[in-house]
């Protein structure tokens, strides 16, 4: 279907250890996966971004793989620190004009 | 760079009135999104605009709910009647599609109190 399955829902981690996050769809049209944080009261931004003819691409401590024959991609932040707790959401572009679809989104807590 | 604008920041009304939610895109871009953010739903999408036009309203939980996109620098979302139910935090995005990117950019958004 349309949606996107994002796991954990809630993710609580010690400040220096990593942090994953994974995504799954189901349309094989899916081109564009970009990942957003969203800090308490803020808006949604976006922190990276993937497209479906690369497997992977990272951002000093972030980095953002992508399997599309499993039709996964996960987020990973290493040596996390407290400013990285937010919600992570991730998404999929379809083939219609852009249309955002976003997944549930993860707490992220990362402890000092 | 001026971002996605929205106004009001906050807005508190009374069950019944009419709310107006307004949206002036990054200059430039052509595709305009409505979210709705709630704790229990999570984002949802309303309905988005390219080139003015509304493409996909399928969002729009009633008919309480419309947009308009007059011209290309400015949107409203508009709920009449309101209800304690829409109560919430709305996000106006655009976009330049056509482009080498897809990304979305999200306005601050406006909180909404029915009360």
């Known amino acids: 279907g349309e949606n996107v399955e994002q796991h954990p829902s809630t993710l609580s981690v010690q400040e220096g250890d990593s942090a994953v996050i994974k995504c799954t769809y189901s349309d094989s049209a899916s081109n564009y996966f970009p990942w957003y944080k969203q800090e308490l009261g803020k808006r949604p931004q976006l922190i990276i971004d993937?497209?479906?003819?690369?497997g992977e691409k990272k951002d000093q401590r972030i980095a953002v793989t992508l399997n599309k024959t499993a039709k996964h991609f996960s987020l990973h932040i290493t040596e996390t620190q407290p400013e990285d707790s937010a919600v992570y959401f991730c998404a999929r572009v379809g083939s219609t004009l852009g249309r955002l679809y976003f997944g549930r989104g993860t707490q992220l807590t990362v402890w000092p | 760079d001026a971002g996605v604008i929205q106004s009001p920041r906050h807005e508190v009304t009374e069950m019944g009135q009419e709310v107006t939610l307004r949206c002036k895109p990054i200059s430039g871009h052509n595709s305009l999104f409505w979210y709705r953010q709630t704790m229990m739903r999570g984002l949802e999408l309303l309905i988005y605009?390219?080139?003015?036009?509304?493409?996909?309203d399928s969002g729009m939980p009633e008919d309480r709910f419309s947009a308009k996109m007059p011209n290309a620098s400015f949107s409203t979302l508009k709920i009449q009647p309101s209800e304690p139910r829409d109560s919430a935090v709305y996000f106006c995005?655009?976009?330049?599609?056509?482009?080498?990117?897809?990304?979305?950019?999200f306005g601050p958004g406006t909180r909404l109190t029915v009360l």
């Open positions: 995005a655009s976009r330049h599609s056509g482009g080498n990117t897809d990304t979305q950019y």
């Open positions: 993937i497209r479906s003819n690369v």
């Open positions: 605009f390219n080139n003015n036009v509304p493409i996909d």
